[in-house]
Nanobody, 117 residues
Framework: QVQLVESGGGLVQPGGSLRLSCVAS????????MGWYRQAPGKQRELVAQ???????TYADSVKGRFTISRDNAKNTVYLQMISLNPEDTAVYYCNAQGITTVANYWGQGTRVTVSS
């Protein structure tokens, strides 16, 4: 059974920081590209950041320079370090795993991030 379990969300003031974690089980983690997506109220889910199995990263323009995605294959974990948060970052953040040799695609249950004073 595949599970992606996110943690680290919460309420933070504008300008603050959070680190999200996503622990994967039931997959061979190193054979998956990992991504963080977010969905704000009334908006479509959007890609925030992605890290390939080889470690290459891409970011949405809105988070470049503020968010950093990383992975630890030994711990089956992908991270999203977020700094300089602003209210527009408020959303539910989802972890995604996309197989590099298969069409397998998995989602976590999401973790809520609220940026508010």
């Amino acid at each position: 059974q595949v599970q992606l379990v996110e943690s680290g969300g919460g309420l933070v003031q504008p300008g603050g920081s959070l680190r999200l974690s996503c622990v994967a089980s039931g997959i061979i983690f190193r054979f998956f590209d990992m991504g963080w997506y977010r969905q704000a109220p009334g908006k479509q889910r959007e890609l925030v950041a992605q890290i390939t199995s080889g470690g290459s990263t891409t970011y949405a323009d809105s988070v470049k320079g503020r968010f950093t995605i990383s992975r630890d294959n030994a711990k089956n974990t992908v991270y999203l370090q977020m700094i300089s948060l602003n209210p527009e970052d408020t959303a539910v953040y989802y972890c995604n795993a996309q197989g590099i040799t298969t069409v397998a695609n998995y989602w976590g249950q999401g973790t809520r991030v609220t940026v508010s004073s």
